[in-house]
């Protein structure tokens, strides 16, 4: 006797679906996404593709090198853009493992949101270090320094490090996701000091460079300044592709999970009716 629900699942067309009380049913087939999500997902990964390229070739042959760091400027369209992906991607997940943990709100798809947005962040956190190395050892002489903004990004990316490895302890489904909901509370606490440190602390990283706090300035103008900005809308675009992505890949992880589970039951009761005759 099969125990695999023939009644359909109700849920987000992308991120899977679940029953009515935001739960996986066991053997229940998530929706697959729509006609028009697909297309939706298409468009913003061309969209993504088209503006990283302009972005690329703005940054590179159009817009004029700077008065004092010349072509090291460069770098401008491609590193805060991916601090500010970054920093979006963790406030995603924050947001998420707070509508789970709430109970009005709980269901497992802001767990899966939360999880996939952290592992494109942690993407992010690695490239948001690697641009900004090869930026500083030019300026500051140095690969590597224990700045205040340094350290503290640094920390978030062993931080979240931490969470993803939290997740795939071996748990029932709601007790991960509640704990891997905790866990991102927690490592969040350092997103906001990484964001404030350089005006927390004495740092040698530079102040903001569009609508500085403390004068109030914005330190780059003209074709430069929108190059900059293409770039956020650029990476943006990027991340949203990933992460929509990435929530699939989990909804097909957790159908394949729960096909298994059904199959494992059904064998082992054919076990226990040959062994009974």
């Known amino acids: 006797m099969s125990i695999t629900s023939t009644r359909p699942a109700s849920g987000h067309p992308l991120l899977g679906g679940e029953r009515s009380d935001g739960q996986r049913g066991v053997?229940?087939?998530?929706?697959?996404p729509t006609k028009r999500a697909r297309v939706a997902v298409r468009a913003v990964g061309v969209a993504a593709v088209a503006s990283v390229a302009a972005d690329l070739v703005l940054g590179l042959w159009v817009t004029p090198p700077d008065e004092f760091m010349g072509n090291l400027v460069r770098l401008l369209y491609i590193h805060p853009a991916l601090a500010w992906v970054m920093y979006i991607a963790y406030g995603v997940s924050f947001l998420?493992?707070?509508?789970?943990?709430?109970?009005?709100?709980?269901?497992?798809?802001?767990d899966r949101l939360a999880g996939a947005s952290?592992?494109?962040?942690?993407?992010?956190?690695g490239l948001t270090l690697v641009t900004g190395s090869i930026w500083g050892r030019p300026t500051w002489g140095a690969w590597w320094t224990w700045d205040p903004l340094l350290t503290t990004t640094?920390?978030?990316?062993v931080l979240y490090l931490g969470y993803l490895a939290v997740r795939r302890i071996p748990a029932e489904p709601e007790a991960r996701a509640r704990r891997s909901a905790?866990?991102?509370?927690v490592a969040?606490?350092?997103?906001?000091i990484a964001y404030f440190s350089v005006l927390w602390w004495r740092s040698l990283h530079q102040t903001p460079t569009v609508d500085n706090p403390i004068n109030g300035k914005t330190a780059i103008?003209?074709?430069?300044?929108?190059?900059?900005?293409?770039?956020?809308?650029?990476?943006?675009?990027?991340?949203l592709w990933l992460v929509v992505h990435r929530c699939r890949l989990a909804v097909l992880a957790e159908r394949e999970e729960g096909e298994g589970l059904v199959l494992a039951i059904e064998q082992r009761r054919a076990e226990a009716d040959g062994g009974g005759r």
Do not use: C, K, N, Q
């Open 27 to 32: 053997g229940s087939a998530p929706v697959g």
């Open 96 to 110: 998420s493992s707070l509508l789970y943990l709430w109970p009005r709100t709980r269901a497992l798809r802001w």
């Open 118 to 125: 952290s592992e494109v962040g942690v993407v992010f956190t």
């Open 154 to 157: 640094a920390l978030l990316f």
């Open 182 to 185: 905790i866990a991102a509370l």
């Open 188 to 192: 969040f606490v350092d997103v906001p």
């Open 221 to 239: 103008h003209g074709s430069m300044a929108w190059t900059l900005l293409l770039s956020f809308v650029a990476f943006s675009l990027v991340y």
